[in-house]
């Protein structure tokens, strides 16, 4: 019986805070060598070597036979050829129309799925993250920041999507508190894993915190019910 770890996570479709959804926590890749020399270790009398060419010899084969137009049954999956495309000249058009592969789970793959036991390890850490800053004037990526010059912030979930007031990117400087936050033309460049802001004119010599709020999430088209902030580990340096 297998056993899976999992994480939850806010379902970011609902306002509801108790509302979660689970997340698998991987525990690596295998591939075809690696299944092998555990089936050896379990007993297996037969060399390594030569199971692994077997086992490639019938991919290939099942391959070949599924390319046919055969629906092949492999005990962990079921493989079925499928024509996409609309056809208005009646004619096979290599632009429009294509072969794919449709792969369900077999007998022993849902025997398996339906056995298996989930360990809940907890909460999932937040994916949102500001690896680094870089100040595209000076190339220096110490926090030191020129003053209406662009920066660039590397990281993940980074984009600025989302209608909560508290969206956006702002600066608070470290002594007094005050709070600047940038205008939409100050984000030049808004992609998940890159931005590009314009560092603005008005603000003092000084150090600073960096705060990024955003309701962006990886499902299309929708945004978290509530946003998610994140702060620059180090503090950056405003000239």
Known sequence: MGKLRAWLKPNPLTADP???TAVVKTSGNLGVADIVNEMKD??????PETVTDII????R???ERVTDGYCINMGLVNMRPVVRGSFPDRMWNEGRNSVRIAVSPGVLLRRAAAEAEVEIVGQQ???IS???IKDLT???MDGLLTRGRAAELRGSYLKIMGTDPAVGIAFRHIETGVMTRLTPGEIVVNY????????PDSLPDGTYSLTLTTQFTSIRAKLLSSPRSITFKNEVVIR
């Open 138 to 140: 000076t190339g220096r």
């Open 18 to 20: 108790t509302d979660y």
């Open 42 to 47: 379990d007993g297996m009398e037969f060399q």
């Open 125 to 127: 850490p937040s994916p």
């Open 192 to 199: 998940p894993s890159r931005l590009v802001i314009l560092v």
């Open 56 to 59: 490639q010899r019938f991919c």
């Open 61 to 63: 084969k099942a391959a």
């Open 130 to 132: 500001i690896i680094s």
